[in-house]
């Protein structure tokens, strides 16, 4: 069976095709995506303006061709943070919708942990042991943590690249003083987060799963091979801290000469390192792995799991 999971969330649209069977791993085919960076689209009263909503009509009417092209048998479709809380997100949801010729599934910040939990355990698998996960999407912060599939907790703040790239950074380059203001706002709005998760068992194995932190792990971090042979990134926190007074000098157009920052990820990526440098201290992790699994792969697995199946000769 093939499955598409379409991902709206607050930098891209990004289209993920896979064939499934039950019990099997998810074969990725095709992975397209087109960047909105939909923080730049927000209102002063909140509300995504009728640039965006355009914008986003046609990355989604795009996403649909795309997956009709690929033979998609079904297509699973989500969105995140910057439509979810959206003061005209009904109006936005339903312009989706009629683009894509059905229902869209809107996720709770929780859900969202809980789903990019599940692939992060997948891919790590039971070795891992307690698992805390960091995910830094544009508009919030995920953070999850357990032993088993489904995290022990669960959480969404919204200290997201983009969002705070808007409310603290805005100059370029933003300079120290604007990054310290950023790093005072997310260390409070962690704190009572950061109090549940220390709560909990030590982790044993920290990882984090989005865009920004894989694109800081190639600027700042290391590679390690793993058993399967497919090599992984690895980032400390000592030399991500070290970075972000520099990055904070660069401008924009100059960030993109660095290794591992894309020309979408220029503007949000010094908010991304501070955001996850705090998160880090907070909970006092030395370095994380990165994922290559995130939410879409998250999703692709609960439907997996849904499916019906008997073994052979049954």
């Not at 909990?200 to 290391?222: C, D, E, F, N, T």
Request: glycine letters at 8%.
């Amino acid at each position: 069976m093939r499955l598409g999971v379409l991902d709206i969330g607050s930098n891209t649209v990004h289209l993920l095709v896979a064939d499934v069977r039950p019990g099997g791993r998810p074969l990725a085919t095709t992975s397209e995506r087109s960047v909105l960076r939909l923080m730049r689209f927000l209102q002063p009263d909140g509300s995504i303006s009728d640039e965006g909503v355009q914008a986003l009509v046609a990355a989604t009417t795009e996403a649909r061709k795309v997956a009709a092209s690929e033979n998609v048998d079904e297509l699973l479709a989500t969105a995140t943070s910057a439509v979810r809380e959206a003061t005209n997100g009904a109006e936005v949801i339903a312009r989706i919708e009629e683009a894509l010729g059905q229902p869209l599934q809107v996720l709770g910040g929780e859900t969202e942990a809980r789903f990019t939990f599940l692939a992060v355990r997948r891919w790590f698998g039971w070795a891992a042991g307690q698992i805390l996960l960091f995910d830094i999407g544009g508009g919030s912060l995920e953070l999850a943590a357990g032993a088993d599939e489904l995290p022990d907790a669960a959480a969404s703040v919204p200290l997201g690249a983009g969002r705070m790239t808007v409310q603290f950074l805005p100059d370029d380059p933003p300079g120290e003083e604007a990054v310290e203001r950023l790093r005072a706002h997310a260390t409070a709005t962690l704190a009572p987060v950061a109090e549940t998760f220390r709560e909990l068992p030590r982790p044993q194995h920290v990882v984090g799963s989005s865009k920004a932190i894989r694109s800081l792990a190639k600027l700042v971090g290391y590679s390690v091979s793993g058993w399967s042979g497919i090599d992984r990134w690895r980032l400390p926190r000592e030399a991500l801290g070290s970075w972000i007074p520099r990055l904070a000098r660069i401008p924009a157009a100059a960030r993109q000469e660095l290794p591992g920052i894309t020309p979408d990820r220029t503007f949000q990526i010094v908010a991304a390192a501070v955001v996850l440098h705090t998160a880090m201290s907070a909970l006092d992790v030395s370095e994380l792995d990165v994922s290559p699994w995130a939410l879409r792969e998250g999703v692709l697995l609960r439907y997996i799991e849904s499916m019906s199946w008997s073994p052979a000769g049954s």
